[in-house]
């Protein structure tokens, strides 16, 4: 499979943009929801467990978005060469 120009610049600042996006969308909906700001991680009175749980859970939607972006962007700007 060969990727284009394009699609190999365009994958990693759209994936950058969503996991932005995605981020402050979590984070609106954490502060919704529990009526608190998000848990941070040098603020010494949010307990450990609950700093590692939301850093986790950060961690990996934004990953898996990253990744659905980067891969969809390449595979919509690829085209398969015949050898």
Known sequence: MHVNAVARLAAPLAAIAATIAVRKVLNSRYRK????PVPDPKDMRVTF???LLWSTATA???TAVHV?????????GSKVVAA
């Open 68 to 76: 659905a972006v980067v891969r969809g962007i390449q595979k919509s």
């Open 60 to 62: 990996v939607i934004a």
């Open 49 to 51: 467990a609950r700093t």
């Open 33 to 36: 929801m529990s009526d608190s």
